[in-house]
């Protein structure tokens, strides 16, 4: 099977769920009888290839006729096969691309979406001004950090791997340029799983900078009198409803990320509600809060905050227009 073939083999096994290779080719590989149809099947393929292959997608258009060993086929044609289900790519090839950095996850975290980077985005320029204005230290804490690709976004910027040059332009924030402002911080979540895949991204990305990584419901882990500058939070917000509806697309996201009712709610709002008062307790005077609340649930959330003593309330939309993300200053 040539790269051209499996293209095609490929496409047409994600879009047609009749259509199967020849069995000399399956090499023992039996398909799931449940099939989902791909809406990119196109783009779904070359991402399998190019992980199979460990090649660029440029490859993959100038090598049409290079063949791919058995080994390569096998693992192909078993990777479109997972694809069928609705399994997402990223969860086949254990890598998710979010603001620029390759990404590792497994079914035990959410998958990191382009809507997120708007949360990252609003993180790193308020954490820029901070840091001109208080040229000491800043301290951030992720809640619900799953993947962890929040914080370690935030921090990627911060000491300058990317546009901010690791805080190494200090002659622009401070008069003693030999002195680099520290930034400490912290991520938790209740999920065990989902610490472990933040921990090894964080020793992949960001292997010279420290993150305490606790595990827990919201702030729970957190002394009462711990308090930060920047607090963000991409909690579950989706209705049981909405989740169940989501999931029959077998997209094996964990529920525990997406759930954001208990037995008694139905709006979503449930871990909302909790986490709103004690970010606002955990924060310092003058300090900001983040949080993703989705198009549902933004304005619930902005009145949440206001209630809970946040000034300067905003809810700002995503790339498609939609209400994605809150922010209060306390």
Known sequence: MTVAEAIKTGKAMLTDGSFLPPSDQLSGIVPSADFVLSPSPALDINCILEHILQKDRTFLLIHRDLELSDAQQTAFLEAVAKRRTGLPVAYITGHKEFYGLDFYVTPDVLIPKPDTELL????????????????????????????????????????????????TKLNELRSSPDIMPQIKAFASDISK?????????????????????????????????????????NPPYIPSAMVSELLKDGRSEPVLALDGDTSETSDGLAIIRRLIP?????????????????????????????????????????LAGQLRLTQGRR
């Open 120 to 167: 990252v985005e609003h993180a790193v320029d308020w954490a820029k001004d901070f840091l001109r204005e208080n040229l000491t230290e800043i301290s951030i804490a992720d809640i619900c950090t799953g993947s962890g690709c929040i914080i370690i976004s935030v921090l990627h910027e911060l000491i300058g791997l990317n546009a901010f040059t690791g805080l």
């Open 193 to 233: 799983p989902a610490l472990k895949i933040a921990k090894t991204n964080a020793s992949r990305l960001l292997p010279d900078t420290e993150i305490t990584f606790l595990q827990g419901d919201l702030f729970e882990p957190f002394p009462e009198d711990k308090h930060f500058d920047l607090i963000l939070s």
């Open 278 to 318: 004690q970010a606002y307790g955990h924060l310092n005077k003058g300090g900001l809060f983040l949080v993703e609340s989705g198009e549902y649930n933004a304005e619930a959330t902005a009145e949440l905050m206001k209630k809970a003593g946040f000034c300067n309330v905003r809810i700002f939309e995503d």
